[in-house]
C-alpha cells in the first residue's frame, strides 16, 4: 500500500474513531436524549453516499473508513429508536 | 464540475451538517460535560489529515468538507477549553 492511502488511513482511525466512545456510552446508558434522530438519519445517509463517492474515485481508505463509520452510527441510530 | 464531484460535495454536506447542531448545542447551553477533549483532540488533528489526505489525491470534496468539519470542530473544542 502506498503512503497516500496509509495517510487515508490514519485520518479515518482518529475521525472515526471519535465515534467509538458515543456508541459505548449511548450501549451502556441507555439514554439518546441528547442525539437527533432527524440528525442521525441524514449523518448516515451522508455516510452510504460517501461510500458511493470513494467507489467512483477508487479511494480504497474513504471506502474502509466509510463502512467503519456506517456500522458505528447505524448502532447509535437503530438503539435511538429502539429506546426513544 | 463532474458529477461525482457534486456527489462528494453532497456526501460532506450531509456528514458534516450532522455536527451544527452540536456546535449550535454547545454555544448556546455552555455545557461540555458530554464532549470529551481527548477526543475531540483526535478528531480535530484526524480532519487535518483529511485535508491533507484530499489534496494528495486531487478531490476537492474531501477538501472543501474537511476545512468546512475543522472550522466546526475547532469551535467546539475552544468552547469546552473555555468552559470546562
Known amino acids: 500500500m502506498d503512503y497516500v492511502s496509509i495517510l487515508g488511513f490514519i ?9 467509538i466512545p458515543q456508541v459505548i456510552h449511548t ?6 436524549k441528547d442525539v437527533s434522530l432527524g440528525m442521525y438519519i441524514v449523518f448516515v445517509a451522508g455516510i452510504l ?3 458511493v463517492y470513494g467507489n467512483l474515485i477508487k479511494s480504497l481508505p474513504i471506502i474502509i473508513v466509510n463502512i467503519v463509520s456506517f456500522c458505528l452510527a447505524s448502532t447509535i441510530l437503530i438503539l435511538k429508536i429502539k429506546y426513544k
Not at 485520518?11 to 465515534?19: E, H, V, W
Not at 450501549?27 to 439518546?32: D, H, N, R, V
Open 49 to 51: 453516499l460517501w461510500i
Open 11 to 19: 485520518a479515518g482511525a482518529m475521525t472515526t474513531g471519535a465515534l
Open 27 to 32: 450501549w451502556i446508558s441507555k439514554s439518546t
